[in-house]
């Protein structure tokens, strides 16, 4: 096919400190056998236990919580 190029990889650095606090609060804000939420509840669930230092703008609790969950399943 003419023109057909696959897609660029994008290579995507992860803050260390970031991705534990945020394991660390899914396991401390889940307890065993609860029921089944979206990322998204759980991204508000665990946001008041992540260190506001880590933490500063809403977005990148939501993007990190989406790849620890990812990385979780």
């Known amino acids: 096919m003419e023109g ?11 803050d260390w400190k970031r991705y534990m606090a945020v394991q660390d609060a899914i396991y401390a804000s889940l307890p065993p056998n609860s029921p089944p ?5 759980l991204a508000e669930l665990i946001a008041p236990r ?4 880590l933490f500063r703008h809403g977005g990148t609790v939501r993007w990190y919580t989406r790849a620890v ?3 979780m399943e």
């Open 37 to 41: 939420i979206t990322w998204m509840e």
């Open 69 to 71: 969950w990812l990385n």
């Open 50 to 53: 992540l260190p506001e230092s």
């Open 4 to 14: 057909s190029t696959p897609p660029a990889r994008i290579r995507t650095v992860v």
